[in-house]
């Protein structure tokens, strides 16, 4: 495509030799290649319900791309935490009942001892009340103080008890209501545990394909990983409803943008190209996995026309992305293109001499520069820097 050349750089200085190419207007398309697969674009899912505040660890699942029918289990979930969470739930219920029993008992002998006395007291004045309103004449003088001062004891003794009877039952029904209060948080904690037994097993809401979700790390679920609750668990594409998500090396990621064509070949189907347009760009590179530092570009692209007896979801697929097309271009490496305060500049041999010179660019890929000011047709290019500017 490039026809390099050597040159001789720097002035009299003949050991001093630059690689070169010279420049030639030429036609050329700029193409980035990746791997990808095909996703569906319109599913059902199957998610965890989301009125369980408890995460789930996923035992079985049933073999992705598996064809599942209505009503079949697809995932099964480890109960043996909930079954132990149960049991504790199902003592501290029957442990609260006891207390209340318990404490009921308590308070109704308290009460009545209270009620005893109370009575006590109440007799007690009466006989008090008949000596002191008795004639004095008949008392003697210290017999008649003493009336008076058990009158008045048994006054005080009788409020207390009035008192004593008011705090109790205020008290026994405050300590009734905490015991209650427990009680009903097990009971709620036991109703949402056998909730979550039912659900220790989902299934597939309709006939499809069975297809792993991925977290949001972007790894599909597995045997072993925990779910929350809303979380898809699952999908079921609907037949004919897929688009192709490629997965592009940050490195190779120049010039890809929305609309542009993409040509799609699936590994099942290779001697078939399929036309595709590339409908969303993700804003950063991501790992595919969080044990692979290796970072990409996420590229969505619409499927012209979709062949649901080839495209299946999960099929692996080759797209080649077109950034663009230019006619009697000048091309040269990224190596023989230098910037100095986001101006592109390079070096061009005059008389022998590696000169720099500004210029301007256009389409760009990995490899390959478009020069589109500052470059006459056979000047000669050195495709590095001459040591002087290093």
């Given at each position: 495509m490039l026809i390099a050349a050597v040159a001789v750089a720097g002035c009299g200085d003949s050991s001093s030799l630059l690689p070169t190419i010279s420049a030639t207007a030429q036609d050329h398309t700029f193409v980035v290649r990746a791997r990808g697969e095909l996703v569906p674009s319109e599913s059902i899912a199957i998610r965890m319900p989301s009125n369980i505040d408890m995460r789930f660890n996923i035992t079985w699942m049933v073999p992705e791309y598996s064809e599942v029918r209505k009503g079949q289990v697809v995932v099964r979930f480890d109960d043996s935490e909930v079954l132990v969470q149960r049991e504790i739930s199902v003592l501290e219920v029957v442990d609260s009942d006891l207390q209340i029993d318990s404490h009921v008992r308590r308070s109704v002998i308290d009460r009545t001892r209270i009620g005893h006395e109370t009575e006590r007291v109440e007799d007690e004045t009466d006989i008090a009340e008949t000596y002191v309103t008795i004639d004095p004449r008949l008392m003697s003088r210290n017999e008649y103080i003493?009336?008076?001062?058990?009158?008045?004891?048994?006054?005080?003794?009788?409020?207390?008890?009035?008192?004593?009877?008011?705090?109790h039952d205020q008290r026994s029904f405050a300590e009734?209501?905490?015991?209650?209060?427990?009680?009903?948080?097990?009971?709620?904690?036991?109703?949402?545990?056998?909730s979550a037994l039912a659900q220790m097993a989902l299934h597939s809401p309709a006939d499809g394909t069975f297809v792993y979700a991925r977290t949001p790390w972007g790894r599909k679920l597995s045997k072993g990983q925990?779910?929350?609750?809303?979380?898809?668990?699952?999908?079921?594409?609907?037949?004919?409803?897929?688009?192709?998500?490629?997965?592009?090396?940050e490195v190779d990621a120049v010039g890809i943008e929305p609309d542009q064509p993409v040509a799609l070949r699936i590994d099942s189907e290779v001697e078939r190209d399929f036309a595709a347009r590339i409908s969303s760009v993700s804003p950063v590179a991501v790992p595919r996995d969080r044990s692979d530092p290796q970072k990409y570009f996420v590229v969505e692209a619409e499927i012209d026309r979709v062949d649901p007896e080839v495209m299946r979801v999960g099929s692996s697929l080759t797209?080649?992305?077109?950034?663009?097309?230019?006619?009697?271009?000048?091309?040269l490496p990224q190596q023989a293109v230098f910037f100095e305060q986001d101006q592109a500049f390079i070096y061009v041999l005059?008389?022998?001499?590696?000169?720099?010179?500004?210029?301007?660019?256009?389409?760009?890929?990995?490899?390959?520069?478009?020069?589109?000011?500052?470059?006459?047709?056979?000047?000669?290019?050195?495709?590095?820097?001459?040591?002087?500017?290093?």
């Open positions: 003493d009336a008076l001062g058990d009158l008045a004891y048994l006054g005080v003794e009788e409020a207390y008890y009035a008192w004593q009877a008011i705090t009734q209501r905490r015991i209650e209060s427990g009680r009903d948080a097990s009971q709620d904690k036991l109703a949402k545990q056998d925990s779910v929350f609750p809303g979380r898809a668990v699952g999908l079921l594409p609907i037949r004919g409803k897929v688009r192709a998500r490629i997965y592009v090396p797209a080649t992305i077109t950034t663009g097309t230019v006619r009697d271009a000048f091309l005059e008389q022998g001499d590696p000169l720099p010179r500004q210029v301007d660019l256009g389409h760009r890929s990995p490899t390959l520069v478009e020069v589109t000011r500052g470059l006459v047709s056979g000047e000669q290019v050195a495709v590095s820097a001459p040591r002087s500017a290093s």
